[in-house]
């Protein structure tokens, strides 16, 4: 169970923020694991980005083999992720790509079957998010055709967006279009 946070078995989940870290332990009062199934204690975790990215979920423990599983779902069976020693010695590390907005549930549970002990959970979201924009993030309404030559420029450092506005749609200039029509 959590310390210092009001910790629910399933059905429930204890929230964690971003940038955040929860002690805990797992023991014979945990709810199980929906996804490892009925032989494994479990804490549940949820968080919600505030910006889409890349998220890192950490999960510490010793002498216990800890094991980290991320889901869409707290009762999902099946994982978006799930990490087993990628922390170091038997420490769990999950990095996924988290969308703004949406509500995730973290599994901190253990490798063996009805293992207990204290851990260390932590959570790193990304801060800001990046738009990827069909044109290299260009504002291409900015850009500076030659009139001689017609060839396009680029625009320069001060008329680039970043990150563009996710409504707005970005097109090429035909600059060959431009020169002939002025």
Known sequence: SP????????????????????????????????????????????????????ATITLNASPLDAYLVLKNS?????????????????NSKITYTVTAGTTYFIEATSYPANATGSYTLALTCPTTTTELVTNGGFDT??????????????????SMRSPAPANRAFSRVNCRARADTS
Not at 11 to 33: H, K, Q, V, Y
Not at 141 to 156: D, F, V, Y
């Open 3 to 54: 310390t210092g946070l009001t910790h629910r078995p399933l059905p429930g989940a204890t929230p964690i923020a971003c940038g955040a870290s929860a002690a805990g332990s797992l023991d014979s009062s945990d709810g199980r694991s929906s996804v490892r199934g009925a032989t494994f204690y479990a804490d549940n975790y949820s968080f919600t980005p505030s910006a889409s990215g890349t």
């Open 74 to 90: 707290l009762a999902a069976t099946t994982s978006l992720a799930a990490d087993d020693d990628s922390n170091g010695g038997t």
């Open 141 to 158: 309404t900015r850009a500076n055709c030659s009139p001689a030559t017609g060839a396009n420029k680029l625009p320069s450092r001060t």
